[in-house]
């Protein structure tokens, strides 16, 4: 069976493709601008060539469930490929589009309050499966999305930002993840700056990324601001303590890296003490970093449970108080198991018990 044409580096798609050389250029604009996934109707292409690439096919990606929820504001997919299922989430805003992807089938970093971490890692993804992600929600956008309200979409119907914070540890999928990030600026035309990349922090691929793609947003899941209680939430740590992580996210920022996020999930009378907030704001006052606070998403089969309100404004609150910058996200898509790790696990619990 031929590689999809996703799937294919540049060089392999000038093989495919043929001279002259500006057929690469319209074959990629239909790929990652026009989101085409039917060769047929590209064109501007001849004839033969389109029914040559017909034949070898776009897509990786198949998508097995498609879910809708906070009134059409979120989206969550589950695709299948090659074997590996593979979420992906759409947040819509009234000024923005933002979607979530999975750099890895599964995630071995094994953190007890996430789903993709208990159900364990199947296997690397290909940048070109990084990228179907995108290409998946950009349709869905211009296709059902667009003409919703009439005259008057509720968000804008292309895609903005691009997150990846979705299944997997970016940084222990590097080469594929770099080399998406390298597409989605050179071919979708989305800037480095709306692209950003989370990880629990590896040090030395944080140093190796300021060289390979320094504009993007680097967001540490921080989780824990010392290692006692980072070990147990954030396992890596053991090998990766706090300190180490920091100095490399001071390599970055010195190498001319964009500005760090720090991402904190509150979890109910774990990690949300207005102590653990004086330690946070202290680390982010030290990276000049901006604190996303967000109330864990709650998945089963675990004891870790969101931190209630009141606790969730009280720690907002005196990482304020304490000088730092700090934001309180609202999870998205609750009702439709849009946390990382959560369909895939629905998905495979129903096909056991059917
Ligand atoms: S929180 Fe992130 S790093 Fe931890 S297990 Fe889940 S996907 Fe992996």
């Known amino acids: 069976m031929s590689t999809p044409l996703l799937l ?13 050389a500006f057929r690469v250029r319209q074959v990629k604009r239909w ?13 501007d292409l ?41 979420e992906t989430v759409l947040m819509r805003y009234p000024r923005r589009t933002t979607v979530c992807v999975s750099s890895q089938a599964g995630c071995a970093m094994r953190c007890p309050f996430c789903a993709t971490g208990q159900g364990g890692f199947a296997r690397q993804l290909a940048a070109g499966e990084i990228i179907e992600q995108v290409l998946v929600a950009a349709r869905w956008l211009r296709d059902e999305a ?58 030395d691929r944080i140093r190796t990324l300021a060289n390979d793609a320094p504009p993007v947003t680097l967001a540490w899941s921080l989780h824990a601001p010392h290692d006692d209680l980072r070990d147990r939430l954030v396992p890596p740590n053991r090998r990766w303590p706090v300190a180490d992580v920091r100095s490399a996210l001071h390599d970055w920022r010195s190498a001319g890296g964009r500005r760090i996020t720090i991402e904190y999930a509150l979890i109910d009378g774990i990690n949300d ?29 675990t004891a ?51």
């Open 304 to 354: 870790y449970r969101p931190s209630p309100h009141g606790r969730i404004r009280a720690f907002v609150s005196a990482l304020r108080e304490a000088g730092a910058n700090a934001t309180l996200r609202q999870n998205r898509g609750a009702g439709i198991d849009a946390a990382c790790g959560q369909l895939r696990a629905r998905h495979g619990l129903e096909h056991r018990t059917r």
């Open 31 to 43: 790929l990652y601008e026009v989101a085409e996934t039917d060769p047929r109707a590209m064109t």
């Open 46 to 86: 001849p004839t033969t060539l389109r029914e040559h690439l017909s034949t070898i096919g776009v897509s990786a990606l198949e998508t097995a469930e498609k879910r809708l929820g906070d009134g059409g504001m979120t989206v969550k997919w589950l695709h299948t490929s090659a074997g590996a299922e593979i």
């Open 8 to 20: 294919l580096d540049d060089t392999e798609l000038a093989g495919v493709v043929g001279p002259p």
């Open 273 to 301: 003490m207005p102590e653990l907030a004086l330690r946070v704001a202290s680390i982010a006052r030290d990276l000049e970093a901006h604190v996303n606070c967000i109330p864990l998403n709650p998945t089963g089969g």
């Open 146 to 203: 667009g003409g919703e309200d009439g005259d008057a979409p509720r968000s804008p119907t292309r895609i903005g930002n691009v997150v990846f914070m979705g299944m997997g540890e970016p940084l222990a999928n590097y080469t594929a993840v770099v080399g998406a990030v390298q597409r989605l600026r050179s071919d979708c035309g989305i800037g480095a700056r709306h692209i950003t990349v989370s990880t629990i922090g590896i040090p």
